[in-house]
């Protein structure tokens, strides 16, 4: 059974160690979803093994599915950086837009508060709930490599599905690195427990 896009479980011994633990989550969440994402918006190389691979298109009108792949990813991450010990799954989604755009934290509190509501509500839950996104919540390309833009005088969002998987990539390599980094002990135990939890450990 293949437990990432590169690993076979009956390669690698289990349960495995903290290191092989941190890299069949980067390759489960990079191989198998945002990756994924990114080639379905953009176009590219497949994950794969071999040299000569051509590159893919882009699947024309498939901003709505890039979200639906995406948007998972905040809540997941902040499950794996958790710092309260029970949370709701909008506190979750909310701290996980926190850390992969920390910027927020230096924004206006009530913008900030009333985009990460209409994220999580009508972007989120409308994507899960009912297969699109609700009032406000659109596809565009705010420009300058921004992945979202939130307009509050018009309570609209917009959300360029071509930069959020890269923006959701660079952030995934830099928390496998961060997790690596033997003097991260706390967050390295938050991983750990969770990953555990996950796999069944």
Request: a positive charge; one cysteine or more; glycine letters at 6%.
């Given at each position: ?8 479980n ?5 349960p ?25 918006s953009?176009?590219g ?25 995406c ?26 837009v926190?850390a992969?755009?920390?910027?927020l ?60 998987p ?9 928390y ?7 003097n991260?002990?706390?967050?390295r135990?938050?991983f ?7 796999n069944?450990?």
């Amino acid at each position: 059974m293949m437990i990432t896009w590169t690993h076979d479980n009956r390669k690698i011994a289990w349960p495995p160690s903290f290191e092989q633990k941190v890299e069949i989550f980067y390759q489960r969440v990079l191989g198998w979803q945002l990756h994924i994402a990114d080639l379905i918006s953009n176009g590219g190389k497949p994950m794969s093994h071999e040299h000569n691979i051509a590159d893919i298109s882009s699947v024309p009108h498939s901003g709505f599915a890039v979200l639906q792949i995406c948007l998972s990813y905040f809540e997941m991450v902040a499950q794996y950086q958790r710092k309260k010990p029970k949370t709701t799954d909008s506190e979750d989604f909310k701290a996980g837009v926190h850390a992969v755009f920390p910027a927020l934290s230096k924004g206006n509190q009530a913008d900030v508060d009333a985009f990460l509501a209409m994220l999580y509500k009508n972007a989120r839950c409308g994507l899960y709930h009912s297969s699109m996104t609700r009032n406000g919540v659109g596809l565009g390309q705010p420009g300058h490599g921004i992945a979202m833009a939130f307009i509050p005088s018009h309570k609209q969002l917009v959300i360029d599905p071509h930069v959020l998987p890269k923006a959701l990539k660079k952030h995934l390599a830099s928390y496998r690195d961060e997790l690596l980094d033997p003097n991260n002990k706390e967050l390295r135990q938050k991983f750990e427990a969770m990953f555990d939890k996950d796999n069944g450990l």
